[in-house]
């Protein structure tokens, strides 16, 4: 089947008691066996049968399941955000004197997992730029434990060479970790381009209009410590599993979810063409714009759809919060890839903790406006973008 009718159709584990064709939401916390030996064998993962919803849930395996047919993956993980997605992503490879190879463009929370609460377990974090294929070369060294980037980074939205980079963790030994959120794994696969672990935040796109945090952790098998340390000791100790609610909302997200890309995708293509042409905007980023410089890239990766995350840059600090304060239709909210069009300054948020010395040095800059596109009419999100802009003018 295609990948449409796989989101909407893939089958229940087992037939619903009552009938149901959506997978019903098990708020249950634990779950009674006919035997001592099926309660042994489900404890022991002898069966995969779910023992205790921290671990396992009927309603949270199905969206697993689905995600699982949609990638080709040979497991798929869930977790309560997509930070617990990358978080445990990466604790399957780190320890005591390892260290991560990765981008020195990355989204915010990601610097400070790294860079703060890794770095007190021994965890050293080499940020270097991954469009230099020579410099990520010379960073990897015995003691690196995994090579982490974005596929699109946020909001900088640098494309680097996601085989590239494949090859180069492989000769070495180590696994490519990507966190694919700003492109739906729908439109491309990340396991033909190398990725081993792919991590993705479902609170995004799949969640269908920001109704539920999640996030998945995508596995392609090449690494088998993956399932193991994740199903057999991560989701026992750490405890960040997926809701059963949450699962419910994000399987609904995915049935819909190629529908609601398509508009959002379009409309931001739409949206940066026209953009281009208010004099008051400084310069519009977007991966979409055939004059962008990973432009080529992005359609080799990820096909003719560039997602729905734009950048614009203002004259300054003072006409960006101008902007974002008269905003009457575009929400003043983080997040990206809701149904509703969102903006947000990332340097005095997102990015807010860090100085302008660390800042300076992620290319995030005081003039920059993160724009995420919604569904509403593309004519209404341009007209409120340039009334925000000229108020002052």
């Keep these: 089947m295609r990948k449409t009718t796989i ?9 619903d008691a009552f009938g149901a064709i959506a997978m019903p939401v098990y708020h249950t916390a634990a779950y009674e066996f006919e035997t001592a030996k099926d309660m042994a064998d489900a404890f022991c993962g002898r069966v995969l049968a779910p023992d205790y919803s921290r ?47 990765t ?7 990601t610097v400070a997992l790294m860079n703060r609460t890794l770095t007190r377990f021994g965890v050293e974090t080499r940020q270097i730029d991954l469009l230099d294929l020579d410099a990520v070369r010379n960073a990897i060294d015995e003691h690196t434990a995994c090579l982490y980037l974005e596929i699109v980074t946020n909001p900088q939205l640098e494309v680097a ?26 439109q491309f696969s990340a396991k033909q381009l190398g990725v081993d672990v792919e991590v993705v935040s479902s609170t995004k796109y799949i969640s269908g209009g920001a109704t539920s945090l999640g996030g998945l952790v995508i596995d392609y098998g090449t690494f088998p410590v ?4 994740i199903r057999f000791e991560l989701l026992f100790n750490v405890g960040s599993y997926m809701s059963p609610h949450a699962a419910y ?36 980023n977007y991966i979409g714009l055939e004059d962008n410089p990973f432009h080529e890239l992005a359609v080799k990766q990820f096909g003719k759809t560039a997602g729905a995350m734009l950048t614009i840059d203002l004259a300054d600090r003072k006409a960006c919060f101008s902007f974002i304060d008269h905003l009457q239709l575009i929400r003043r909210a983080t997040n ?48 409120d973008i340039v009334q925000a802009i000229r108020v002052e003018s």
Excluded at 161 to 186: K, M, Y
Excluded at 226 to 229: D, F, G, M, S, W
């Design 7 to 15: 989101a909407i159709d893939t089958k229940l584990p087992r037939r």
């Design 55 to 101: 671990v396992m849930n009927p309603t949270v395996m199905h969206l697993e399941d689905t995600v699982k047919a949609l990638t080709g993956a040979t497991n798929v993980f869930a977790f309560c955000s997509g930070m617990a997605a990358i978080t445990n992503a990466l604790l399957v490879f780190v320890e005591q004197g390892k260290n991560i190879v």
């Design 103 to 109: 981008s020195n463009h990355l989204f915010g929370n």
């Design 161 to 186: 060479d996601l085989s590239a980079l494949a090859d180069i963790a492989h000769e070495r030994g180590i696994p490519l970790i990507a966190d694919t959120t700003v492109i739906p794994f729908t």
């Design 226 to 229: 993956v399932n193991q340390r």
């Design 249 to 284: 909302m994000q399987s609904l997200g995915l049935e819909t979810l190629d529908a609601r890309y398509r508009v959002q995708a379009q409309n931001a293509l739409t949206l940066t063409k026209k953009l281009k042409e208010v004099p008051e905007i400084v310069s519009v």
């Design 336 to 383: 990206l890839f809701d149904n509703k069009s969102l903006a947000i300054h990332p340097y005095s948020t997102i990015f807010g903790p860090f100085s302008g010395k660390q800042k300076a040095a992620m290319d995030v800059r005081d003039t920059t406006i993160r724009l995420s596109v919604g569904l509403e009419d593309v004519e209404d999100i341009f007209e």
